[in-house]
């Protein structure tokens, strides 16, 4: 079984681009999340789909960032325009449980990460 | 606010020592705590995780958590540490934000295995 795939692994980019990221979740899980680890900082969350709707999206860190997941499958983040504190690697994750916490069956699936660098 | 605290950025053992990483956490009550590595090039692994009941809980490659809730602490272990241990590993603990479960992770520690 395929894992959570992210790409692409490695962007860079100036200062005013725009970079879009892309999430497939393990097949079949419902939740998928996005989490953010800037250099030297702890990993952080930035928002839950539960399906295609966003059940929580209270750590995006501004109106740049925009998250879809169209038909509930992959998800897509993109940056725009990006600033240089964007850089950073980010996570995606997903977990099928969406009964309580998506824990009780115990694990998310973290991809590899897409690590952005914005010059 | 919810906080993970790894003191140690980087560590360095020799292989076949024992390791004790440390993590604390700070919550009005028990979180659900968790022990995460990244290995070079990989994803993020689940080592283990406690949500109640016995406070030594066994993991995944020989590892052990031990949760203390007087020191507000789940520190990991390993008896014998292997090369291919070296990696980065984060504690995180869960608790419910806005509608949603959220980990909030600490800093990381670095370990670093030498022959």
């Given at each position: 079984e395929a894992g959570v795939t992210q790409f692409p692994s490695h962007s860079v980019i100036e200062k005013g681009q725009t970079v879009t990221l892309r999430c497939d979740p393990i097949?079949?899980?419902d939740n998928l999340y996005w989490y953010r680890r800037v250099m030297g900082k702890e990993i952080k969350f930035l928002l839950h789909f539960v399906k295609e709707s966003?059940?929580?999206?209270?750590?995006?860190?501004?109106?740049r960032f925009l998250a879809e997941r169209t038909g509930g499958t992959y998800s897509t983040l993109k940056v725009?325009?990006?600033?240089?504190?964007?850089?950073g690697v980010y996570f995606c994750a997903s977990s099928?449980?969406?009964?309580?916490?998506?824990f009780d069956t115990g694990e998310l699936f973290f991809g590899e990460g897409s690590r952005l660098t914005v010059l | 606010a919810q906080s993970v605290t790894q003191p140690d950025i980087h560590i360095t053992v020799s292989e076949g020592a024992s390791l004790e990483l440390r993590c604390n956490y700070s919550y009005g009550a028990t979180p659900y705590l968790f022990w995460y590595v990244q290995s070079p090039g990989q994803g993020l692994q689940l080592l283990l995780k406690y949500?109640?009941?016995?406070t030594l809980v066994q993991g995944i490659k020989g590892f052990e958590a031990e949760f203390k809730r007087s020191q507000s602490s789940f520190n990991l272990r390993k008896p014998s540490v292997h090369w291919s241990d070296a990696a980065e590993y984060f504690c995180a603990a869960l608790y419910s934000g806005a509608g949603s479960y959220q980990l909030t992770f600490g800093k990381g520690t670095k370990l670093s295995v030498i022959p």
């Open positions: 097949s079949g899980h966003k059940q929580d999206e209270s750590g995006m860190p501004n109106n725009q325009p990006a600033e240089l504190e964007d850089s099928q449980d969406i009964a309580g916490t998506p | 949500f109640s009941g016995d």
